[in-house]
């Protein structure tokens, strides 16, 4: 990678920091190509990214985003994963690394919080922001079915009632 490269990387990744939600430092040595592509793609269907990082530039891409204070765990082999969605991206890298222990999660930051390998732990066991949704929706459409079925019982129990004295006679 030459110079020029390298300068449009890091500015490419301070971008993907910048608009990032969250950022995941892993360490991947011993994972073979196939698992990361594995990784890479149940990253990918979750709606976030994984890369691979070069250290020193990404400790350059950290500077000036609200994950600076990521820059002193780039250390060894580094693989970086970030996404819109902090607890889908959570989600994916957390199981990924329960099935296979050579991927470690060495922390991550939300926003400005800082998480150690627990909190991601702990925001992956959140329910994600497409199931919030669904519950949302689900209790707003409690109630109005609720409704119909109480204005429908009295005119079906009358029907039954009808029924019932038209068959007797």
């Known amino acids: 990678m030459d110079r020029s490269q390298k300068q449009e990387w890091v500015a490419s990744a301070n971008s993907y920091f910048d608009n990032a939600d969250i950022v995941i430092v892993t360490h991947y040595q011993g994972l ?4 990361i592509s ?12 994984f890369k691979v990082t070069k250290n020193s530039l990404a400790k350059r891409a950290v500077v ?6 990521l820059a002193d765990m780039f250390k060894g082999p580094t693989a970086v994963a970030y996404a819109n969605d902090p ?13 296979n222990e050579k991927l470690v999660m060495l922390g991550g930051a939300f926003g400005e919080q800082v998480l150690n390998e627990s909190g991601i732990k702990q925001l992956a066991t959140l ?22 079925g109480v204005l429908q019982a009295p005119a079906g129990q009358l029907a039954r009632v009808f029924g019932a004295y038209g068959a007797q006679g």
């Not at 073979?32 to 698992?35: G, I, P, R, S």
């Open 32 to 35: 073979t190509v196939a698992d």
């Open 64 to 69: 000036g985003t609200k994950y600076e204070k």
């Open 87 to 99: 607890v889908a991206a959570a989600k994916v890298i957390a199981d990924f690394a329960k099935q």
């Open 127 to 148: 329910p994600s922001l497409d199931e919030l949704r669904g519950k949302i929706v689900a209790l707003l459409n409690t109630p109005a079915t609720r409704l119909a």
């Open 38 to 49: 594995k990784l890479r793609a149940s990253v990918r269907a979750a709606g976030a990214s």
